[in-house]
């Protein structure tokens, strides 16, 4: 199964990453670093292409950045989500 680790170059998801592996799945971590930036949804939909899976071990945003970003995942993963 491949699942898209958001966070996953984090010390958490770094860690399920790892356990994933481990278990015999494709684990691909995304992070600002890979190109994902879930404020803007920036990358989103190229993390989330062909993942069977999607878990989010992201940093909570400061609180004004949170009330921004709430829509971005309802608008990005309507065309995935199934």
């Known amino acids: 199964m491949k699942v898209a ?3 996953g170059t984090g010390l958490i998801g770094s860690r399920v990453v ?3 592996d481990a278990s015999r799945h494709e684990a691909v971590p995304h992070s600002p670093s890979t190109g994902l930036d879930l404020l803007s949804g ?5 993390a ?5 899976a999607v878990t989010n071990l992201t940093d909570s945003p400061p609180s004004d ?3 921004s970003s709430r829509s971005v995942p309802r608008s990005s993963s309507s065309s995935w989500i199934r």
């Open 5 to 7: 680790v958001i966070g």
């Open 18 to 20: 790892n356990v994933l």
């Open 42 to 46: 920036k990358g989103l939909s190229e």
């Open 48 to 52: 989330l292409s062909g993942a069977d």
């Open 65 to 67: 950045e949170a009330a």
